[in-house]
């Protein structure tokens, strides 16, 4: 019992971390556009991205690589303290001086150079916070990181938006960034030094050993992020500032579904691992079930924005010139069809040891959507991004089923795909209905949503009195 309180705590902790993080993020890009406007909102998303390429490059391997060998080895938990925190320092440098020199060589305009040197700083702080993170992973103690960093996101969200309406430029806006995490980061090293006796003595062969085997772990975390953040790079240097703020606004109405996608995948882990044992029929029932809810939030969603596209980036951003982005917005929305599969049958594949076809996933993915990006953001610009995103998302899921299939066994596209499309196409009469009495933007998404979470209700209750399906059968055993 003692157990199960933990696990579920931890739990309940890291994603009240994370539903924060997202939630606060995504006021301060509304907040950004609506108080600066596009140009300055381009210059934040440019900034933001290299900062979160160099971050994970020098950082998110070793944080991978302290976490599992800090839980299997509790005893060297100093060592990682002092020693893992210097290395990681040295690593952080070493990434904002890549940082700059890449920027310094790149033709943008001083003012957004100057951005992305001052908010490329919180590289050095966020990385540091990496050990004292894995330390309270390992320890099982999650809650530490959620009262390090709730608190300062809440903060920082405020002050932000506060000092934007004083007509603070975007700099102060990254300092500010900066400041925040070199604040979670001695909250957290104070928090850890309460349970952790250390020696101020640096371990050089324990550092040596540390960066060898983080070798692999900087790999895979590196082309990763460099896959997903070389869209921006690309929009900077063909399209300018102001289609990189109109490109960052349109993704970020994309996190809802990715929040989703993200918790339930994670909780659907551990019975995908476990199912191993019991057979490829028990693998496939936990897959198609996953896949079928996710495609529940995505084909609804993509019927909504098809209507109330345009409306709701004005109405979110407050400015009738992010209206233009309505194209890239039913692009990026076509795209969570993909991502209702791909991360699914990503784990699937983790599960069964198949992580290997993963990083060639992205290897493959990556190379293709430089090549891709390049001609189609030349051409068409914000439409070109989001073209080449919808392209790779594909991609990615061809290659999914196809080693699926392959190596595991087959899905039933029919059975995960009737339930979802049924709901979506009730919802295409409520937005004509909607849309012929020409209510309020507001007024419309209510409702809305209320005839979804209606017939999501109706489904749930027919699933309950025709329990012979496997999506029921699931649902009645997690009980």
Not at 170 to 195: G, P
Not at 323 to 345: D, T, Y
Not at 426 to 442: G, T
């Amino acid at each position: 019992m003692e157990g199960l309180r933990k696990l579920l705590g931890n739990s309940f902790s890291l994603l009240l971390n994370r539903l924060t993080q997202s939630i606060t993020t995504f006021i301060l890009v509304a907040s950004i556009a609506r108080i600066l406007g596009a140009y300055e909102l381009g210059q934040y998303m440019l900034a933001f991205s290299y900062y979160y390429v160099f971050m994970t490059l020098a950082s998110q391997g070793f944080k991978t690589l302290f976490t599992r060998e800090l839980a299997r080895n509790p005893t060297n938990t100093p060592a990682y303290l002092i020693s893992g925190t210097f290395l990681q320092l040295l690593f952080s440098i070493a990434g904002y001086i890549l940082l700059m020199i890449i920027v310094f060589l790149l033709p943008y305009s001083r003012d957004t150079s100057t951005v992305c040197y001052v908010f490329g700083l919180a590289i050095i702080p966020f990385s540091l916070s990496n050990v004292t993170e894995a330390i309270f992973q390992a320890r099982e103690k999650m809650h530490l990181i959620a009262i390090s960093t709730i608190p300062v996101y809440i903060l920082r969200v405020v002050l932000i938006i506060w000092i934007m309406n004083l007509k603070h430029d975007i700099n102060l806006v990254s300092a500010i960034m900066v400041a925040s995490e070199s604040l979670i980061f001695f909250i957290e090293w104070y928090l850890v030094t309460q349970f952790v006796k250390y020696k101020w003595q640096l371990d050089w062969k324990f550092m040596w050993d540390t960066t060898k085997a983080s070798g692999a772990f900087i790999v895979i975390e590196g082309i990763s992020v460099i896959g997903y953040r070389l869209q921006v790079v690309i929009l900077s240097l063909l399209g300018g500032e102001i289609v990189v703020g109109l490109y960052g606004a349109v993704a970020q109405l994309m996190q809802p579904f990715q929040i989703i996608s993200h918790s339930l995948v994670l909780a659907i882990f551990p019975k995908m691992s476990q199912a191993i044992d019991e057979g490829k029929d028990k693998q496939r029932q936990i897959t198609q079930t996953a896949i079928e809810i996710l495609l529940i939030v995505a084909l609804p969603l993509i019927v909504g924005l098809a209507f109330v596209g345009k409306d709701l980036l004005v109405l979110l951003y407050h400015d009738p010139s992010f209206a233009q982005a309505k194209v890239a917005l039913n692009l990026f929305a076509f795209g969570l069809i993909a991502s209702s599969f791909v991360r699914p049958l990503s784990y699937l594949l983790v599960a069964n040891g198949f992580e290997k076809v993963n990083l060639r996933q992205v290897f493959i993915t990556t190379i293709i959507d430089g090549f891709l990006s390049i001609v189609l953001v030349y051409q068409y610009k914000l439409n070109g991004a989001a073209s080449t995103g919808l392209i790779i998302d594909f991609i990615a899921l061809f290659i999914y089923l196809y080693e699926v299939s392959r190596r595991l066994f087959t899905l039933n596209l029919l059975s995960m795909i009737y339930r979802p499309l049924l709901i979506s196409v009730l919802m295409v009469p409520v937005f004509l209905l909607l849309q012929k009495f020409n209510l309020n933007i507001i007024f419309t998404l209510i409702i809305a949503t209320l005839s979804y979470f209606l017939f999501i209700g109706f489904l749930g209750i027919y699933l309950v009195y025709h329990s012979d399906n496997e999506w029921s059968k699931l649902l009645l055993k997690r009980k």
